[in-house]
T-cell receptor
Framework: GQQVMQIPQYQHVQEGEDFTTYCNSS?????IQWYKQRPGGHPVFLIQ?????EVKKQKRLTFQFGEAKKNSSLHITATQTTDVGTYFC????????????FGAGTILRVKS | EPEVTQTPSHQVTQMGQEVILRCVPI?????FYWYRQILGQKVEFLVS????????KSEIFDDQFSVERPDGSNFTLKIRSTKLEDSAMYFC????????????FGPGTRLTVT
């Protein structure tokens, strides 16, 4: 079936270090969304990218959408303990309409 | 800020029993969704619902599952005969696709099938 792959599965960083998670699809995505899920919580929408090559920033977070609309990344600069959680990418795959396919998520732990 | 609500927060049921999970989407939203997340795993799409009918469903959403919008505010997921493997967190989400694809998730219902 359609899949969205995400790496790494888990990352443990020292507070102040940077963090990046990568998302890759075997097929072209209509758009890609990023969600954050705190431990014990529910997914919370962060951002949506639609255009090929798009880059968006939210404070210390930078989101990129690949030129071929098959990959994306989320980069956090100078992590803080409040960044702890699981970051999921999720994409709408063109052939499959209104069905959001989630990646497996990257668990971020931050040591203070 | 408007939010999606879900009840109950935790449901324990015996294998073979029927369960109904309830959701109240954000009031002006038009699209409704159910997802499940088995503990420690990724979020999996189950079904989307628009204009009082299912618009998409996944392979997981078999004949044991059904959804309904019984009135103007509630959106329910029914599992007719629960199996052990149905144990998971079930999230409801809603969106207003007029403006964006952003989905707002509810807090979830943890379903435990014994």
């Amino acid at each position: 079936g359609q899949q969205v792959m995400q790496i790494p599965q888990y990352q443990h960083v020292q507070e102040g270090e940077d963090f990046t998670t990568y998302c890759n699809s075997s097929t072209t995505l209509s758009n890609i969304q990023w969600y954050k899920q705190r431990p014990g919580g529910h997914p919370v929408f962060l951002i949506q990218l639609v255009k090929s090559g798009e880059v968006k920033k939210q404070k210390r977070l930078t989101f990129q959408f690949g030129e071929a609309k098959k990959n994306s990344s989320l980069h956090i600069t100078a992590t803080q303990t409040t960044d702890v959680g699981t970051y999921f990418c999720a994409g709408y795959i063109m052939e499959y309409g209104n069905k959001l396919v989630f990646g497996a998520g990257t668990i971020l732990r931050v040591k203070s | 800020e408007p939010e999606v609500t879900q009840t109950p927060s935790h449901q324990v049921t015996q294998m073979g029993q029927e369960v109904i999970l309830r959701c109240v989407p954000i009031s002006n939203h038009l699209y409704f969704y159910w997802y499940r997340q088995i503990l420690g795993q990724k979020v999996e799409f189950l079904v989307s619902f628009y204009n009082n009918e299912i618009s998409e469903k996944s392979e997981i959403f078999d004949d044991q599952f059904s959804v309904e919008r019984p009135d103007g505010s509630n959106f329910t997921l029914k599992i007719r005969s629960t199996k052990l493997e149905d144990s998971a967190m079930y999230f409801c989400a809603s969106s207003d696709r007029v403006n964006s694809y952003e989905q707002y998730f509810g807090p979830g219902t943890r379903l435990t099938v014994t």
